[in-house]
C-alpha cells in the first residue's frame, strides 16, 4: 500500500508541470493549423512524455525534491520551497520535442511532398489556373516554357562540347584546374 501511495504523490508532483507543457503543446498546435482532435491528440501526448520523463528522473532522485526550508534573516520570516533537480527543465524540454516528432506526422502530413503539392493547389486557386503547374521533381521550380529535359540534353548532344560556349581564358583555366584532361 506504500508504494501505491508513493506512485500516486509521484504522479500529482509531476502532473503540473506535464499539464503546463501539455497545454502549451496544444495551444502551439492549433496555432499551427491543426484540428482541435489534432491538437488534443498532441498535447495528450505531449503530457504522457512528460509525465515519464519527469517520473522516472524524480524515481531517480528522490531526494532532490524535498521541501527546502529558507528563512529571510532580516525579518526572521520563514519559508517552504519545493526542491527541484536542475535535470527537470531540460528533460521536460526534451520530451516535449520527443513528443512532437512523434505527433507531427500524423498532423502535418508526411513532410515537403506533401507540403509541395499543397502550396501548388494554393497557387492554382489563388491564380485561377486551368491547367497544372508543371514542377521540377520535389521542387517548387516551375518548368513551364523550359525545354523538356530530353530535348534538352538531345540539344546538347548535337551542339558538341558545352566548352565551345566559354571564353577561350574559361577554357583554359578549366583545362587547368583538371591537369590538360577535358
Do not use: C
Not at 532532490?64 to 526542491?83: C, F, H, M, S, W
Not at 583555366?173 to 591537369?179: E, F, R
Amino acid at each position: 500500500m506504500a508504494s501505491a501511495a508513493g506512485f500516486a504523490q509521484l504522479l500529482k508532483d509531476v502532473a503540473k508541470p506535464a499539464l503546463m507543457s501539455g497545454g502549451l503543446a496544444t495551444g502551439l498546435s492549433l496555432l499551427s493549423g491543426a484540428t482541435p482532435l489534432q491538437a488534443l491528440a498532441s498535447g495528450a501526448v505531449d503530457v504522457g512524455a512528460d509525465v515519464i520523463a519527469l517520473g522516472g528522473l524524480r524515481a531517480l532522485r528522490p531526494n532532490a525534491y524535498k521541501p527546502i526550508r529558507t528563512k529571510n534573516l532580516d525579518t526572521g520570516e520563514e519559508k517552504v520551497v519545493q526542491g527541484t533537480h536542475r535535470f527537470e527543465t531540460p528533460v521536460n524540454i526534451a520530451a516535449s520535442i520527443g513528443a512532437g516528432y512523434v505527433t507531427s506526422p500524423l498532423i502535418y502530413g508526411t513532410g515537403q511532398p506533401q507540403q509541395i503539392a499543397q502550396q501548388v493547389e494554393q497557387r492554382a486557386l489563388v491564380n485561377n489556373l486551368q491547367t497544372p503547374q508543371l514542377l521540377s521533381a520535389g521542387t517548387n521550380f516551375q518548368t513551364a516554357g523550359l525545354p523538356d529535359p530530353q530535348d534538352f540534353q538531345k540539344l546538347l548532344n548535337q551542339r558538341g562540347s558545352w566548352q565551345q560556349y566559354l571564353s577561350l581564358e574559361d577554357q583554359a583555366l578549366i583545362q587547368q584546374t583538371l591537369g590538360g584532361v577535358a
